[in-house]
């Protein structure tokens, strides 16, 4: 995780994931619990290891979260939470399916972009979370899946889109979006908002966008 990174996602604005993470020791632990799973991996992280970034003993972890798996539950609900917010919020937006499917792609991506190292782990640890906490998870994705496609349904209705599959298609946005977590390098050549614009224009053109009716 860079610096920059570390420092956005403690910050207490509605656009940090962990806004809602106290006291500060349970926060740094949840800091720490990301940058060691994010580089090494859920199963070969130990507690130690979390407790040891965060500057605190394997005990005092003990206090904040019962298990390796709770602190990875919460990292996980905290941050489908987050894009699930995104997602809504461009659903109630006003304007045609056209803008407020662009304006949730642009939001969808610039997180994921932003938040890369934790959006890895959010996104990409699912199978580390044992029967009982996975559904937890798979709830909220269910309900990001339909926010996405209630807006494609809008614009399949008023004319602005041609989507013969929207499942499907449902499908293939959010995992392009999300795959942005993946690849995305801070000092590469574009920045967070500009990778969000241009998928935004990709994900435009796969729904055949169009003026509608």
Not at 102 to 120: K, M
Request: overall charge negative.
């Amino acid at each position: 995780m860079s610096q920059d990174e570390r420092v956005e996602d403690l910050q207490v604005t509605d656009e940090m994931p962990w806004a809602e993470v106290n006291p500060d020791a349970a926060r740094r632990l949840l800091v720490a619990a990301v940058e060691a799973f994010a580089e090494r991996g859920y199963h070969a992280t130990t507690t130690r290891d979390i407790a040891s970034r965060a500057g605190m003993s394997p005990a005092a972890l003990y206090i904040h979260y019962k298990t390796k798996e709770e602190l990875l539950l919460r990292i996980s609900r905290i941050g489908h939470e987050k894009a699930l917010r995104i997602l809504r919020h461009a659903v109630e937006a006003e304007g045609t399916a056209a803008d407020r499917l662009t304006e949730a792609v642009r939001c969808f991506v610039r997180w994921h972009a932003g938040h890369h190292t934790t959006a890895r782990v959010v996104q990409y640890e699912l199978e580390s979370l044992g029967e009982d906490h996975r559904p937890v998870i798979m709830d909220l994705r269910r309900q990001s899946d339909a926010a996405v496609r209630e807006i494609i349904d809008d614009g399949v209705k008023a004319g602005e889109f041609d989507v013969p599959d929207e499942p499907g298609t449902t499908v293939a946005i959010l995992s392009l979006c999300i795959d942005v977590a993946r690849w995305f390098n801070p000092q590469g050549r574009r920045t967070p908002d500009e990778v969000g614009a241009f998928y935004a224009d990709l994900v435009l053109r796969m729904v055949g966008a169009r003026a509608p009716r």
